[in-house]
């Protein structure tokens, strides 16, 4: 259950971003870009967050996640192509991790970020 | 001329963006490479050993100082949710531990790591061998500091432990395919976890031990290089 050590380091960055800015307006919407390599599971992150999420700059805030490709890369013939899970129906990768073009073992090159891309807010009711 | 009411303005009650790009994990990652300089400034060697609960990490780590202690100067830190059994086991070989409890955390962090080695004396030290907590997915997405990764499994694992947990063998720089003596017992076969890992990283050197009668030891101590 490491989402709920990677909600704590969300909320911590949000809090200090809000300390940092004066953000006029009420936080809507945290968008996250998550590499698909990333052994993260959005449905347990999301709901770590809420849990987390009490503050009162953070509260009521949901959370966006768009997954970044990994990029395969054969260091024998050059194959390069974006690293597919296998088979999603399991929670679990199948080792396809050799070239369809030449069987070679091949490195693979991104997938492993966990970047906050985006806030979104409703501007402050004037009243 | 366009009338006023025509053209489209941003309204003041209309949602506002802030683009951002912060890696949440940067933290982390940060104090690993802090963790790591302290290290390498005390000429340090740190190998993260990681495997699945009861694969055999502690049993393997004691049997790789029983041998090296006479030459290298080593300690070990010792990740678990709770107790010091781990800690203690490696204490009767008589180096330095620390035994670190993450209380309700699957994984050992950076900071973690950070607060164990000002409990130990860095520039008495060679050698340090980090056990984290037993898991084989969570503890992949938190870098320590460390040089190299020994991930432990068993035999007693079944048949199937390499494919299911493909990133962790992705990352690891030697594997011990542990408990090889219950090997004919479990019907499982080592060469097929053999081909399994070298599939999946041919650069992981793969060593069968039983730790129990010191098999397989010498060959873990050479493939990390800390012999």
Known sequence: ?127 | MARQEDIVTSSENEVFDVELETDILKANKELALANHAKLKENGITAIDVMGSVGSGKTSLIKAVVSLLKGTRRIAVIEGDVTTTIDADIIGSEGVPTVQVNTGKECHLDANLIRKALARLELSNLDLIFIENVGNLICPAEFPLGSDKRLVVISVTEGPYMVVKHPMMFHEANSVAINKIDLADAMGVNPSNLKRDISQLNPKATVVATDCRRMIGIREVISSLGVG
Do not use: W
């Open chain 1, 1 to 127: 259950m490491h989402e709920f050590s990677i909600a704590t380091s969300l909320v911590d960055t949000l809090l200090e971003f809000a300390e940092k800015n004066q953000t006029k307006g009420k936080l809507m919407e945290v968008h996250l870009r998550i590499g698909a390599l990333r052994a993260i599971s959005i449905e347990q992150l999301k709901f770590s967050y809420q849990v987390l999420a009490k503050n009162q700059f953070l509260n009521g805030s949901r959370l966006i996640v768009k997954e970044s490709p990994a990029m395969m890369h054969c260091p024998k013939c050059g194959f390069r192509k974006e690293f597919e899970v296998a088979d999603d129906s399991y929670h679990f990768t199948l080792p396809t991790l050799s070239c369809p073009e030449c069987g070679t073992s091949v490195d693979l090159e991104g997938g492993d970020e966990v970047v906050i891309t985006k806030l979104r807010f409703q501007p402050a009711s004037k009243r």
